[in-house]
């Protein structure tokens, strides 16, 4: 193993103790017994948590699954063939495990996905970029989910700025920033890091086999997004439900909890739960961090911090079972090298 890379290992078993220290401190300090407590109360009726993520899952399946058939499937008289829809939702729960599990920002996963799309007969710079596309619509969507959440929490708390006044910045942010993002797909984001990557690296050799690849998929997504906006539109869309199928994770939790909230307050506690987990994108998991966030969260809507660390351990447990089941997708398929490579990078 090179020092870098075991530089790199012994860099993320620290966060990961960080981390792990940081879940037990919260753990304490909402009561252990608070939190067994609010377990109890489930019973039977714990398995329930997954079904709305489920929904979340099959819903985000669906945006990738337009693109793919509708978009990259190339010339008429020689498609690509498409995976099932089944086999689609396992191509990406093995990619968000990857994810999951390596500080990669939450990119690691994409190229696994295309990679398990190229073993299936998908063209890996169609697959890609059927990935990039549906990524794009996912972190597009999410933004305007956490500003719509942020805009609902402030009329319940009853701020001094103006709802209106944030709607208005905010929606001007959110369009910029998807004019920056599909922008820089459109003026062709790889053949410029390619070239990039050959006069910092100087491994032109290395390189040059990558070239013909970086120019499809630059081409495959300028094409995109000229010519298929109304595609586009509807992977956001279904991206979008995909984030509100999220909400009622939060209100079916709360609500065997013994906790009732209604649907907004469920709204705004999973928007301001993802940017939470985003604050930690270089720890594995968020573990701890999106912990501490939720604890945050729950009080400052007065649902107290036992119920958020017995909330957030429902979820890890939810979590897992996704992350159990994309292990044994990559397992399937050999695909564990590919997850220590971007867990390494």
Same mark, same amino acid.
């Given at each position: 193993?090179?020092?870098?890379?075991?530089?790199?290992?012994?860099?993320?078993?620290?966060?990961?103790?960080?981390?792990?220290?940081?879940?037990?401190?919260?753990?304490?300090?909402?009561?252990?017994?608070?939190?067994?407590?609010?377990?109890?109360?489930?019973?039977?009726?714990?398995?329930?948590?997954?079904?709305?993520?489920?929904?979340?899952?099959?819903?985000?399946?669906?945006?990738?699954?337009?693109?793919?058939?509708?978009?990259?499937?190339?010339?008429?008289?020689?498609?690509?063939?498409?995976?099932? /829809?089944?086999? %689609?939702?396992?191509?990406? *729960?093995? !990619?968000?495990?990857?994810? #999951? +599990?390596?500080?990669? @920002?939450?990119? $690691?996963?994409?190229?696994?996905?295309?990679?398990?799309?190229?073993?299936?007969?998908?063209?890996?710079?169609?697959?890609?970029?059927?990935?990039?596309?549906?990524?794009?619509?996912?972190?597009?969507?999410?933004?305007? /989910?956490?500003? %719509?959440?942020?805009?609902? *929490?402030? !009329?319940?708390?009853?701020? #001094? +700025?103006?709802?209106? @006044?944030?709607? $208005?910045?905010?929606?001007?942010?959110?369009?910029?920033?998807?004019?920056?993002?599909?922008?820089?797909?459109?003026?062709?984001?790889?053949?410029?890091?390619?070239?990039?990557?050959?006069?910092?690296?100087?491994?032109?050799?290395?390189?040059?086999?990558?070239?013909?690849?970086?120019?499809?998929?630059?081409?495959?997504?300028?094409?995109?997004?000229?010519?298929?906006?109304?595609?586009?539109?509807?992977?956001?869309?279904?991206?979008?439900?995909?984030?509100?199928?999220?909400?009622?994770?939060?209100?079916?939790?709360?609500?065997?909890?013994?906790?009732?909230?209604?649907?907004?307050?469920?709204?705004?506690?999973?928007?301001?739960?993802?940017?939470?987990?985003?604050?930690?994108?270089?720890?594995?998991?968020?573990?701890?961090?999106?912990?501490?966030?939720?604890?945050?969260?729950?009080?400052?809507?007065?649902?107290?911090?036992?119920?958020?660390?017995?909330?957030?351990?429902?979820?890890?447990?939810?979590?897992?079972?996704?992350?159990?089941?994309?292990?044994?997708?990559?397992?399937?398929?050999?695909?564990?090298?590919?997850?220590?490579?971007?867990?390494?990078?």
């Amino acid at each position: 193993m090179s020092a870098a890379l075991l530089s790199g290992v012994r860099g993320q078993l620290l966060v990961v103790i960080v981390g792990l220290g940081l879940f037990g401190l919260l753990v304490y300090g909402a009561g252990p017994a608070g939190v067994f407590q609010a377990f109890r109360q489930l019973g039977w009726l714990t398995p329930l948590i997954v079904l709305p993520y489920l929904a979340s899952y099959i819903l985000d399946t669906l945006g990738w699954w337009w693109v793919l058939s509708r978009c990259f499937r190339g010339p008429a008289d020689a498609p690509s063939p498409v995976p099932s /829809f089944l086999r %689609l939702f396992a191509i990406r *729960a093995a !990619g968000e495990t990857v994810n #999951a +599990v390596t500080p990669t @920002a939450y990119f $690691g996963g994409e190229p696994v996905k295309a990679w398990l799309l190229d073993r299936r007969g998908v063209p890996l710079a169609r697959g890609l970029a059927s990935v990039l596309v549906s990524k794009t619509a996912l972190m597009l969507t999410q933004g305007v /989910f956490v500003l %719509l959440g942020v805009l609902v *929490a402030m !009329g319940r708390w009853r701020t #001094a +700025v103006p709802t209106w @006044a944030a709607g $208005g910045i905010g929606a001007a942010l959110a369009l910029l920033v998807a004019a920056a993002v599909i922008g820089i797909q459109r003026y062709g984001l790889f053949t410029l890091l390619l070239n990039l990557s050959r006069r910092l690296s100087g491994r032109e050799s290395l390189l040059a086999r990558w070239e013909a690849e970086a120019i499809a998929l630059d081409g495959l997504l300028r094409d995109f997004y000229g010519k298929r906006p109304g595609a586009f539109l509807v992977c956001c869309g279904l991206h979008f439900l995909g984030w509100l199928a999220g909400c009622f994770e939060v209100l079916l939790a709360l609500r065997l909890l013994g906790a009732p909230v209604d649907f907004p307050a469920a709204f705004s506690i999973e928007a301001l739960s993802s940017v939470a987990k985003l604050a930690a994108l270089v720890v594995p998991g968020s573990l701890g961090v999106q912990e501490g966030g939720q604890v945050v969260i729950f009080v400052t809507f007065g649902l107290g911090a036992p119920l958020a660390m017995t909330f957030s351990l429902l979820r890890r447990g939810r979590e897992l079972l996704w992350v159990g089941f994309g292990l044994m997708v990559l397992l399937q398929h050999r695909g564990l090298p590919r997850m220590r490579e971007a867990a390494g990078k």
